[in-house]
C-alpha cells in the first residue's frame, strides 16, 4: 500500500521520521531492522533527510519541501522557474553543491533545477550540513543535498495538476524489471508551466516624465515560464558482475520571459531566455568486486548546454504594459548564446576491513568548455578568447563502526586549473588579457557519533574545506551576471555539534527532538554583489572573512499515527570579519576601513522558521481509503538589503513575513487514486525575497495522482 501524505510529520523532515524501523516476521521470530533513511540520520554527518514518499501526494517540488527544513532558506525571484538562491546554515549559492544519485548537477542547465523536479521521481533527499562524506567528491563549502532517485522495480506514478496563475504540473514516473534477466527501464518525464501573472504593489514610471507614479496594484505580464524534461535509463540490474549498468539520457529544456532585473525598478516587457539540455550517463555499481567488502560505484555524464538570452524589441517598458520606443532594445541589445559542454565523472571505492573499520577512496573530475556567440555582435573579440575550467577532487577516508559509535577520519584534494580573460583598459578602449590559473589545495576532517543512551544520540564534526569557484562565477552568464576572472578559491573551517534525542517511541506517543550549533569561519568568502546604481548588474567577488555562528533546533510528535505536529527553528549570525577593503587603481594599491566591520552581512535572513499540524482520518472500514489534512506556517524575521549601520534610519529592508499553507488530500483504492488541493499564502501576505521582490500571493492548486506498482 502506499505511504499516505503526512506533510505536517514530513515537514519537520530532519528529525527521525515516523518509519525508523522495519518489522519482518518469520515464523514465531520477530526480525527489526533501521530504515535506509534511519541509517542515513545515524551517520556521524550533520545530516537531514526528506522522506521523499510522504510527498508524493502534494504538488511540493523538491525545493519546496527543502524550504521546510531547519537551516535551509530559498530565495525566489518570484512565481514558477523563477532563478532561486539555496542558503543552508549561511552559505548559499555554488557554496552548497547538488547530486543527482551522487552525480554532480552544477551545470546541468536552468532546466534542470529543485524548483522544476518533482517530489515524485525521488526516494529521499539528503542534506548534509558543513561536513561531506568523501563519497560525493565535491569541494562545497557549506554543504550537499542529494537526492537519491526511487529504485522500485515495477511501477507507474502518473500525476496532473492546475493552479492559479494558470499553472500547470505534470509529471510520469515508472520503471520495469525483468527478473529473469535483469533488464531493466527506469524513466521520468516532467512539464511545467505558468502565466506568474500574479499582482503586485509597486509604483510604475511615467515614461513621459520619468517620474514616478503613485504605489498601486498592478498585474505581472511577462512572465510566462515553461519547463520539460525526462531522464531515461535503460541496462541491466542484479547480475553476478553487476549489481546496476544503467546507460541512460536527460533532456530537458525551458523557455523563460524575463519580468525584471535584481530589483524591482527595473521592468521588461519582452525580454527572454532559453535553456536545452542533452546528458549522456551512465551509472554502474557492483559489490564484492574481486573479494568480499569491496564495493565500487562509477557515474558519469557529458553535459551539453545551450543557454539563449534575447533582447532585440525596440521599446522600454513600464509596469502598467506602456512603452515607449528606444534606439536599440530594452537593455542592450544581444542574441547571446552560450553552448557549454562538460565531462563530469565520479569513482567511488569502498573496502570493509572487518565488521569495524572500512576505507573509501573517491575521485570527481569536471571539464567545463564554453563557446559564446552573438549575431548582434559577430565580431565580438572575447568571443575568441578561451573560457573554461578543469575541477578535481580526490578524498580517502576511514571509518570505524562500533555497536554505540561511529567514526569518520579523511583527507581532500582540489585542484583548480581555469582559462579566461579580463579588460586591464586604462581607458575606454577596451584592452582583452588571457588569464589562467591553476592551484591545488588540502583539505582535511573527522566527524564522530555516540549514543548516550539508545534514545540519545550526540554528535560532532570538523572539516577545513575549500570550495572552487564555478563557471558561472568566473565566466558570467551573459545576462545578469559579470565575468570576474581574479576569483580565489574560498576556504572555511567548518565545526558541528548536535544531538537527536528520541523522547517517546512506544505505545501510541512518539516524540523526537533535534539541535545543533553550527559555526563557519570562512576566508576569501564568495558572494553575489549587487551594484546599487545599476539594478541589472550582478558579479561575484570576495568578500574576505565572514564568521558563522548559529543553532537550530526541531521537535516533531506523532499520536497514533494519526495526529501530527512539528516545529522548527533557525538562527544564523553571518558577520563580516574583513578589517580593511585592499582597492588597486593607478595610484596603486589602496587599504580602507571596511564600515561593515562587526555587522551582518545585508541581504540575508538570519532568524526563521516552520510549524505544522497535520490529521489523517480513514472514512472506511477496510482502511482503503484516508483524507489527509495539513496546515502550515512558515516566519521570517525582518533583515536589512543593505548595511543597516551606515546612515540614519535605514528603509532598506524585508519586512517580518508570515506565510499559512493548508494541504489537503483524499487517497482512494489503497493509494491508486489520489485527489489533492493546496492553498497557499492563505491570508494573502506580502512576501518578498532577494532585493525586496515580490512573491505571489494567495494560490490554489488541486492535483490528481494514479498509481500502480507490482
Keep these: 500500500m502506499l505511504t499516505t501524505t503526512n506533510l505536517a510529520a514530513q515537514s519537520l523532515v530532519d528529525t527521525i521520521p515516523v518509519d525508523t524501523l522495519k518489522h519482518v516476521r518469520v515464523g514465531e521470530v520477530l526480525v527489526t531492522g533501521k530504515t535506509a533513511i534511519r541509517k542515513v540520520k545515524e551517520q556521524a554527518f550533520n545530516v537531514n533527510v526528506i522522506d521523499a514518499k510522504q510527498l508524493y501526494n502534494s504538488s511540493v517540488d523538491i525545493n519546496q519541501a527543502l524550504n521546510r527544513t531547519t537551516g535551509v532558506r530559498i530565495r525566489e525571484d518570484g512565481g514558477l522557474g523563477s532563478t532561486f538562491n539555496f542558503s543552508l546554515n549561511g552559505f548559499s549559492g555554488k557554496q552548497v553543491k547538488f547530486f543527482l544519485d551522487g552525480l554532480p548537477m552544477d551545470n546541468f542547465g536552468s532546466s534542470l533545477t529543485l524548483n522544476n523536479l518533482p517530489a515524485t521521481m525521488a526516494e529521499r533527499i539528503e542534506i548534509y550540513k558543513g561536513v561531506l562524506p568523501v563519497s560525493l567528491g565535491a569541494d562545497a563549502l557549506g554543504g550537499a543535498v542529494n537526492i537519491v532517485t526511487r529504485p522500485d522495480a515495477n511501477y507507474l506514478d502518473a500525476s496532473y495538476g492546475y493552479g492559479s496563475f494558470n499553472t500547470h504540473k505534470a509529471s510520469v514516473n515508472g520503471a520495469f524489471t525483468d527478473a529473469s534477466n ?94 536545452s539540455s542533452i546528458i549522456p550517463t551512465l551509472k554502474y555499481k557492483k559489490s564484492d568486486m574481486f573479494l568480499e567488502g569491496l564495493d565500487f560505484t562509477l557515474y558519469s555524464a557529458y553535459n551539453l548546454t545551450t543557454n539563449n538570452f534575447t533582447d532585440t524589441t525596440r521599446l522600454r517598458y513600464n509596469w502598467l504594459g506602456e512603452s515607449v520606443p528606444t534606439t536599440t532594445a530594452e537593455l542592450s541589445r544581444t542574441q547571446l548564446k552560450n553552448k557549454d559542454n562538460e565531462f563530469l565523472t565520479s569513482a567511488n571505492l569502498a573496502y570493509s576491513v572487518n565488521n569495524n573499520h572500512a576505507i573509501s577512496l573517491n575521485y570527481a573530475l569536471t571539464d567545463f568548455k564554453r ?49 579566461s580573460f579580463e579588460n586591464v583598459s586604462t581607458n575606454t578602449v577596451a584592452d582583452y588579457v588571457e588569464t589562467k590559473m591553476d592551484q591545488t589545495h588540502f583539505g582535511y576532517g573527522a566527524a564522530a557519533a555516540y549514543f548516550v543512551t539508545p534514545q540519545l544520540q550526540a554528535k560532532a564534526s570538523y572539516e577545513h574545506t575549500y570550495r572552487l569557484p564555478e563557471a558561472t562565477e568566473l565566466l558570467g552568464d551573459g545576462l545578469y551576471v559579470r565575468r570576474n576572472a581574479n576569483l580565489k578559491p ?7 555539534l548536535g544531538v537527536l534525542y528520541t523522547i517517546l517511541s512506544d505505545g501510541s506517543h512518539r516524540l523526537n527532538m533535534e539541535g545543533n550549533f553550527i559555526f563557519r569561519n570562512a576566508k576569501d568568502y564568495i558572494r553575489q554583489d549587487q551594484q546599487q546604481v545599476q539594478p541589472i548588474d550582478r558579479q561575484y567577488i570576495n568578500v574576505g572573512n565572514v564568521r558563522t555562528t548559529g543553532a537550530e533546533a526541531s521537535v516533531s510528535y506523532v499520536w497514533n499515527n494519526q495526529l501530527f505536529a512539528s516545529v522548527n527553528a ?45 490529521a489523517r482520518f480513514h472514512p472506511s472500514p477496510n482502511n482503503d481509503n484516508a483524507l489527509n489534512l495539513n496546515y502550515g506556517v512558515s516566519y521570517v524575521e ?16 524585508i519586512p517580518r513575513q508570515i506565510s499559512h499553507d493548508i494541504f489537503a488530500d483524499y487517497t482512494l483504492g489503497g493509494g491508486k487514486y489520489v485527489i489533492a488541493f493546496e492553498c497557499r499564502n492563505v491570508a494573502n501576505g506580502k512576501l518578498y525575497d532577494n532585493y525586496l521582490l515580490q512573491k505571489p500571493g494567495r494560490s490554489f492548486f488541486l492535483k490528481l495522482r494514479y498509481f500502480i506498482k507490482k
Design 182 to 275: 535483469g533488464f531493466t527501464v527506469r524513466a521520468n518525464a516532467f512539464y511545467n508551466y505558468s502565466d506568474n501573472n500574479y499582482k503586485i504593489n509597486v509604483q510604475p514610471i511615467d515614461l513621459v516624465s520619468g517620474q514616478d507614479m503613485p504605489a498601486q496594484e498592478v498585474e505581472r505580464f511577462h512572465d510566462n515560464y515553461r519547463s520539460i524534461g525526462a531522464q531515461v535509463d535503460v541496462g541491466i540490474t542484479g547480475r553476478s558482475y553487476a549489481d546496476h549498468l544503467l546507460f541512460g539520457a536527460v533532456v530537458s529544456g525551458n523557455d523563460k520571459d524575463i519580468q525584471t532585473g535584481v530589483t524591482m525598478e527595473q521592468v521588461f516587457g519582452a525580454r527572454t531566455s532559453k535553456s
Design 570 to 614: 533557525t538562527y544564523q549570525d553571518i558577520n563580516d570579519r574583513t578589517k580593511f577593503l585592499t582597492s588597486e587603481n593607478l595610484n596603486g594599491t589602496q587599504q580602507n576601513p571596511n564600515l561593515n566591520y562587526g555587522f551582518r552581512l545585508p541581504n540575508m535572513p538570519y532568524l526563521f522558521g516552520n510549524a505544522n499540524l497535520g
Design 490 to 496: 574560498e576556504k572555511s573551517d567548518n565545526l558541528n
Design 371 to 419: 563557446k559564446s556567440s552573438d549575431v548582434e555582435n559577430p565580431n565580438n573579440p572575447t568571443f575568441l578568447l578561451p573560457q573554461g575550467l578543469r575541477k578535481q577532487t580526490m578524498g580517502l577516508a576511514w571509518q570505524a563502526t562500533y555497536d554505540r559509535f561511529t567514526s569518520t577520519v579523511f583527507g581532500k584534494l582540489f585542484n583548480l586549473q581555469a582559462e
Design 638 to 653: 525582518k533583515y536589512y538589503l543593505t548595511p543597516n549601520q551606515i546612515g540614519r534610519d535605514n528603509k532598506d529592508r
